[in-house]
C-alpha cells in the first residue's frame, strides 16, 4: 500500500514592516497554510522571483514604498498570486480606488484578526 500523498497547502507571504504584527498573523495562519513573511516589499519581490506563492498580503504604510504601489506591481509580475492590502490608514477613496488599481482581492483595515484574514485569504483563493 503507497503512503498518501501530501496535500499542498496555499502559500500565504505577508509583507509588513512591524515585526510584532508579521508574526502573530504568520503564527495565527500556520495552521492552515504555509507561511513565509517579509519585512518590505523590495524584500517581498526578491522572495516572490523565486517562489510561488498563492496570496501576498501586504501592509499599505511601509517605509520603503507604500503597498499599494508595490502590489499594483505585482499585480503585473504576477497576475495569477491573489492580492490582499491591510492598511491603518482609513480612507474610503483609497480602499474603493486600491481594489480597482491592484486587482486586490480584499482591503482590510487594522488591527486584522488572523482568523478575519484566513477567511479574507480563503475567500481569495480560487474554488
Not at 502559500?11 to 508574526?23: C, G, K, M, S, Y
Not at 524584500?43 to 517605509?63: F, K, N, Q, W
Not at 505585482?74 to 480602499?95: C, D, H, S, W
Not at 482568523?115 to 481569495?124: D, N, Q, T, V
Request: aromatic share 4%; charged share 20%; proline share 7%.
Amino acid at each position: 500500500m503507497s503512503a498518501p500523498t501530501p496535500v499542498s497547502r496555499p502559500v500565504v507571504l505577508i509583507v509588513d514592516d512591524e515585526p510584532n504584527i508579521r508574526d502573530v498573523l504568520a503564527i495565527g495562519l500556520k495552521e492552515h497554510f504555509d507561511v513565509e513573511t517579509a519585512s518590505s516589499a523590495n524584500e517581498a519581490e526578491m522572495m516572490m522571483a523565486t517562489r510561488s506563492y498563492d496570496i501576498v498580503v501586504c501592509d499599505h504604510l511601509m517605509p520603503d514604498e507604500e503597498g499599494l504601489a508595490f502590489l499594483t506591481r505585482a499585480r503585473k509580475q504576477f497576475p495569477a498570486v491573489q492580492r490582499i492590502l491591510m492598511t491603518g490608514y482609513v480612507n474610503p477613496e483609497l480602499l474603493s480606488r486600491s481594489t480597482s488599481v491592484a486587482g486586490l482581492a480584499a482591503c482590510l483595515t487594522k488591527p486584522v484578526a488572523a482568523s478575519e484574514l484566513a477567511a479574507a485569504i480563503r475567500l481569495a483563493l480560487p474554488h
